[in-house]
């Protein structure tokens, strides 16, 4: 098996190839090859379309009697997938392609043809000229005619299309002039319409912040204002003020105080009204109690005081309402003075 793969196998000493017998096989003799359809055929039996690339198994012969520059042109066998009847097509290695034979038609041949058509009429003119050189200048004469009136239909095709069309090509460019210098007009007036928008909408803005601040700064100096106004308890102590002002402003909240005081509750009326509450207890020689006009006497001191305060129409008014309430506030004196002789 290691030998299967070599490529200098061994000859012995003693050996003669002309010894070696040869087999006798005709030179038209069949090879079975796998290929591919060379060009699109349809089938002349059947009509069955067979594509360019499709594969078939076909026989391979050498053609007899037929060379091209020394070069073999061999011949294939193949069947249509329909109906297998036999197509043949050959090599053509003059135009380096493949030639039907027979069995089917190809397709795409019309350009092809008119290429091979094209070329022999000018070989045929190329073989007379070389022979005859009164046909090379009939060729030349004919040629020059025929490129005049070429020139000459070209130039009346010109002058039809100008006259059906009358077109004038000055006012068109001055029209696409005119549209170009408008558009860059537009966008210019654009550009400055944005600019000018932009810069507006910044100033407002820092009008917006500079407002803003100073009403802050407003807010902040009103703040401090009242701070400053509002005095605290402890001002009066602090402050550098003269002695008589911080007394007059002490009486003067004092005398808030009171009036709303006697607003809720009342002012004692007078001298009168406490007079029925005290009561003067008998003399007694061994014991002397104090008695309690001292106790209500400065009560009765500082009503006074406070009913020379108050304005004349709160003292008109208020000593009549209180008789009412002097009268039973009497009866609760008695009352609690006998309890007091009754335990002595």
Request: charged share 35%.
């Amino acid at each position: 098996m290691s030998e299967r793969k070599v490529l200098n196998k061994y000859y012995p000493p003693d050996f003669d190839p002309s010894k070696i017998p040869k087999l006798k096989l005709p030179k038209d003799r069949q090879y079975v090859v796998r290929l591919m359809a060379p060009f699109n055929m349809r089938c002349k039996t059947c009509g069955e379309y067979i594509y360019k690339g499709k594969k078939f198994n076909a026989r391979k012969e050498t053609v007899m009697n037929e060379l091209y520059m020394g070069l073999p042109i061999f011949r294939f066998y193949i069947k249509c997938t329909r109906c297998l009847a036999e197509i043949t097509f050959k090599t053509d290695p003059e135009n380096t392609d493949y030639a039907m034979e027979h069995g089917a038609t190809r397709n795409f041949q019309a350009e092809k043809l008119i290429e091979e058509e094209e070329k022999r009429i000018v070989q045929e003119r190329e073989d007379e000229e070389l022979n005859n050189p009164m046909k090379v200048l009939e060729n030349r004469t004919k040629d020059s005619k025929l490129e005049m009136e070429v020139l000459e239909n070209l130039q009346e095709l010109k002058e039809l299309n100008q006259r059906q069309a009358q077109v004038d090509f000055e006012s068109m460019i001055d029209r696409y002039r005119d549209l170009e210098r408008r558009e860059r007009e537009r966008e210019k007036e654009e550009d400055e319409r944005e600019t000018k928008e932009m810069l507006d909408r910044v100033l407002v803005k820092r009008i917006r912040d500079s407002d803003s601040d100073s009403e802050k700064e407003e807010e902040s100096s009103s703040s401090q204002s009242n701070k400053s106004s509002t005095d605290k308890p402890t001002d009066i102590l602090t402050t550098d003020k003269p002695i008589e002002t911080q007394g007059a402003t002490a009486s003067a909240v004092k005398r808030a105080k009171t009036e709303s005081w006697e607003r809720s509750v009342g002012t004692l009326g007078g001298v009168k009204a406490l007079g029925s509450l005290v009561v003067r207890k008998k003399p007694t020689a061994a014991v002397s109690k104090p008695s309690p006009v001292v106790a209500t006497a400065a009560p009765s001191s500082q009503t006074d005081s406070e009913a020379s305060k108050t304005p004349e129409s709160t003292k008109a008014s208020k000593p009549i309402t209180m008789q009412n309430g002097a009268s039973s506030l009497s009866l609760l004196g008695a009352y609690s003075d006998s309890d007091s002789n009754d335990s002595e």
